[in-house]
């Protein structure tokens, strides 16, 4: 069955337009009647059948809500420190495939990339990527990738558990990490740069309450330790 993600959905009714009414109308060439899958984009999802259609609205009778299980029981956001130019829309696409529930772009000491007065015109452009994904992926619910943020500025305390990658980290893994977590609600994975996390920025991280742990014996590039660390993170709280 068809799906698509739409945010004007009531107690019966549904609209959809734009972009995912032409392509209902004109290239699948659905009709009312048709049965179609409509997701709220907060993770809940419903049956629907086309009431009346056309180029520019299609109009929808919906049935009961249900939960998408799609999504995780725990939110994982990803701070993810700015890494070269190109490899950000990558980070995006696989981590919402995934399941992650929000990204945000961190600037450190060792990022390469500067960010210009441009950045939100690239952010418009990841939320773009991560709806994309969100739709071929079936998730419930569209990551957002929220504003960029200094690392000193992370509120660490805002998430149950808050775990910085940390090449240097000897004796604590992700895995045990996970398994000595409580039923953590909020997660938060940060990873470094092309260069890594300066030792204070660790250090800083963790007097505030976050914990370093080590991805294993090798060193990952930034695009692979996000996707890497999310994974597992999400293996070990979802089973």
């Known amino acids: 069955m068809r799906r698509f993600f739409c945010e004007t959905i009531t107690t019966d009714t549904a609209t959809i337009t734009g972009d995912d009414a032409h392509h209902i109308s004109r290239v699948l060439r659905m009709k009312a009647g048709d049965a179609l899958s409509l997701c ?25 809500r ?10 994982v956001t990803l701070f993810q420190c700015l890494p070269k130019t190109g490899k950000m829309e990558l980070i995006v696409q696989k981590c919402t495939e995934l399941g ?4 945000v772009p961190v600037v450190s000491a060792r990022c390469v990339v500067v960010p210009g007065k441009d950045y939100d015109k690239k952010r418009e452009r990841y939320n773009r990527v991560a709806l994309e994904a969100a739709k071929q992926s079936r998730r419930g619910m569209i990551p957002s ?13 805002a998430f149950d558990l808050f775990l910085v990658a940390y090449e240097d980290e000897n004796t604590v893994s992700l895995k045990q990490a996970l398994r000595a977590a409580k039923q953590p609600a909020t997660i938060a994975l940060l990873i470094g740069p092309e260069g890594g996390l300066e030792e204070s920025e660790v250090q800083l991280l963790v007097k505030s309450g976050a914990q370093s742990v080590s991805l294993g014996k090798r060193i990952l590039r930034t695009e692979t330790a996000g996707l ?11 089973t």
Do not use: H, W
Not at 40 to 64: H, K, L
Not at 145 to 157: M, T
């Open 40 to 64: 709220d984009g907060a993770g809940n999802e419903y049956d629907a059948v086309i009431s009346s259609i056309t180029q520019e609205t299609v109009s929808c009778t919906v049935g009961e």
């Open 66 to 75: 249900r939960a998408s299980e799609a999504e995780s029981p725990v939110k």
């Open 100 to 103: 992650i529930f929000s990204i």
């Open 145 to 157: 990738v929220l504003p960029l943020i200094e690392l000193k500025k992370i509120d660490v305390k």
């Open 228 to 238: 890497a660390m999310l994974a597992q993170t999400l293996y070990e709280v979802e």
